[in-house]
């Protein structure tokens, strides 16, 4: 493909802040970059149609950690890191409702709930015995108590081989594609370009300016971000970062629903919500981990397979006629530390990614926190 004068003058001319990737990380860091420099040419590159990672393909969870996960992260982590972890997600749910706007976010705080069956009684108990600790815990951050047992939401939503639920009223959900469009729409607002369709090969040091390879030709800018999460390792083979895939499935409107809000179980390795009359479920991921590292756009019957008999006898099994409308992945990034990492890479590179499945929570903050790096 060869470029024309136009597009080279218009399009490709005078950048000075390239940011590749045009999901949550991406579009925050391009609105913060033109609130700092409004002069500044902020063009965010993008290869898809739309963001191609999970920022419009995620469940739309506003969530910090249940409580297992907390503990979890507790038997492997510091106490002062952990803290850091869940106030920074929290901090970062605020920013973004603030950043938005409840309404254009499509925000409604249901609360969430942490299910264990018979077979986690040990965990459950486990679990309970530490409720006092995690609440003292995360006082400093929430003011009041976060979870409570509350089994008598089990009859409440309907379920089945459900013991037991912690509750946890300060998480919510939101609307995943009202969020990213109003997203895009205040960058535009804002003045940032974005460009879709354009596949970044690299990025290279160059003097004062940064090159960036493309399919056919090369552009240059002042600085580069990059804040392709799961993809980013494409470009930065050193980073510890790595493609996760996340399976997900929504039914079509189920007349009489019960459950309302958001659910975490098996220790979060599955997840549902009700969006509407609807019931979006996803996860499986531990069924098949290794296989699951990709970046590849591909459903597995052994996940599908999964989240089809879950729903029936678990989720939904006073309803015998439900219909599946749609099933489809996102590619989240996952590394060893649940941090994320937002560093310089050399003197005009910079990248934001290794969000963990917490990109709703913290994206929209580590995009204007490299933009801090960036000056």
């Known amino acids: 493909m060869h470029v024309s004068f136009w597009e080279q003058e218009s399009f490709y001319s005078n950048i000075d802040y390239a940011i590749i990737g045009s999901g949550i990380v991406g579009l925050s860091a391009a609105v913060e970059l033109k609130s700092k420099f409004p002069k500044a040419k902020v063009v965010v590159l993008e290869k898809g149609f739309l963001p191609s990672g999970a920022s419009t393909k995620n469940a739309g969870f506003a969530c910090f950690g249940s409580p297992t996960e907390t503990l979890d992260d507790l038997s492997i982590m510091s106490e002062k890191e952990v803290f850091s972890i869940?106030?920074?997600?929290?901090?970062?749910?605020l920013?973004?409702?603030k950043l938005l706007g409840e309404e254009n976010l499509g925000f409604e705080q249901l609360g969430s709930c942490e299910l264990f069956t018979a077979a986690d009684e040990d965990i459950y108990l486990k679990t309970v015995e530490k409720l006092d600790y995690l609440n003292n815990f995360l006082k400093p951050i929430f003011k009041e108590d976060v979870f409570v047992c509350k089994d008598e939401l089990i009859a409440e939503f309907g379920f089945k081989n459900i013991s037991h639920v912690i509750y946890n009223k300060f998480e919510g959900q939101i609307d995943t594609g009202k969020a990213m469009k109003s997203l895009l729409n205040l960058a535009q607002e804002k003045g940032v370009e974005i460009i879709n369709g354009i596949n970044v090969k690299s990025v290279n040091q160059k003097n004062n300016r940064v090159v960036i390879g493309l399919e056919n030709f090369n552009i240059e800018s002042g600085n580069v971000i990059i804040a392709?999460?799961?993809?980013a390792k494409q470009l930065l083979p050193e980073l510890d970062v790595e493609p996760a895939r996340a399976q997900v499935l929504i039914t079509k409107p189920i007349e009489g629903l019960k459950l309302k809000g958001t659910f975490h179980y098996e220790q979060g390795y599955y997840y549902f919500r009700n969006v509407g009359n609807r019931v979006l479920f996803g996860g499986g991921r531990n069924l098949a981990f290794e296989t699951e590292n990709t970046s590849e756009?591909?459903?597995t019957p052994i996940i599908q397979n999964k989240l089809d008999q879950l729903l029936k006898e678990v989720i939904l099994p006073y309803k015998n006629d439900v219909e599946i409308e749609m099933r489809w992945v996102g590619i989240m990034g996952v590394g060893n530390k649940k941090t994320t990492l937002v560093k310089q890479i050399e003197k005009n590179i910079y990248c934001s990614v290794r969000?963990?499945?917490?990109g709703i929570a913290i994206g929209s903050l580590i995009g204007k926190d490299v933009v801090e790096l960036v000056g």
């Open 297 to 299: 756009f591909m459903l």
């Open 355 to 358: 969000m963990g499945g917490m």
């Open 86 to 93: 869940v106030e920074k997600r929290w901090e970062g749910l």
């Open 228 to 231: 392709t999460n799961g993809f």
């Open 95 to 97: 920013n973004l409702r």
